[in-house]
């Protein structure tokens, strides 16, 4: 495809439980950022990767975030021990090179968790 | 720390009225501005950046360093700009976006 995808689309989740969430960025693309939505609220960042290198996690709201993305393409974010505060849309991002500032951000769909 | 505050979370204007979507930041350093628009059913998507000084779809933003502000406007609304808006900020350097938490704009026909 043309796009960011992300998967799954929605994800519905006992608290406690474990959730990974998959982002397929543009081919070639060299960086790649997760955001978390929250219901009426504007898009937060949470990572930042420059090929498989974690250049920015300061976002991540806790240590049970976690994000990789070991061949510096596909990047999994994964949430451990469910909260309901962890409810959001996740959007994943990727850009051909570098920040905001420099190349443009195509955003994907986005992943809706939901946790129970 | 970057703030961005967008003032209205909803708006109506009629078609062929001016639209004006409100946006005021705070940050300390030399900002990028930018807005992105979600319409409905699709990604959010790059509608405009300040530094590039373009009009796309009609659209202006003029980045105001005296009022820290950075709104966009159309002169006059058509049916398909009904969207989600979001004002964004970034620093040179930075990868980080911060958002605003949006206005929903719909256009009366």
């Known amino acids: 495809g043309a796009g960011v995808s992300q998967s799954p689309r929605y994800k519905v989740a006992k608290r406690g439980q474990d959730v990974a969430l998959r982002c397929d960025p543009i081919?070639?693309?060299?960086?790649l950022f997760w955001y978390q939505q929250a219901l009426g609220q504007g898009p937060e960042f949470l990572t930042y990767?420059?090929?498989?290198?974690?250049?920015?996690k300061s976002g991540l709201p806790s240590d049970r975030f976690f994000a990789e993305r070991p061949e510096g393409s596909v990047s999994t974010l994964k949430i451990q021990r469910t909260q309901q505060e962890d409810s959001a849309v996740y959007l994943c991002?990727?850009?051909?090179?570098?920040?905001?500032?420099?190349?443009?951000?195509?955003f994907g769909e986005g992943s809706r968790l939901t946790v129970l | 720390a970057q703030r961005v505050t967008q003032p209205e979370k909803l708006l109506s204007v009629f078609k062929g009225a001016p639209v004006e979507l409100k946006c005021n930041y705070s940050?300390?350093?030399?900002?990028?501005l930018f807005w992105y628009v979600q319409y409905s059913r699709q990604r959010l998507q790059l509608l405009l950046r300040?530094?590039s000084r373009e009009s796309i779809k009609g659209f202006t933003a003029d980045l105001n360093k005296g009022e820290t502000s950075f709104h966009l406007k159309k002169p006059f609304a058509q049916e398909e700009d009904s969207a989600m808006y979001y004002c964004?900020?970034?620093?040179?350097?930075?990868?980080?976006?911060?958002f605003g938490t949006g206005t929903r704009l719909t256009i009366i026909p």
């Open positions: 991002a990727s850009s051909l090179a570098g920040g905001p500032d420099t190349g443009e951000l195509f």
């Open positions: 081919s070639g693309h060299v960086s």
């Open positions: 990767f420059q090929n498989e290198a974690q250049l920015d």
């Open positions: 940050y300390s350093g030399s900002p990028e």
């Open positions: 300040h530094i």
């Open positions: 964004a900020l970034s620093n040179f350097g930075n990868e980080k976006l911060t």
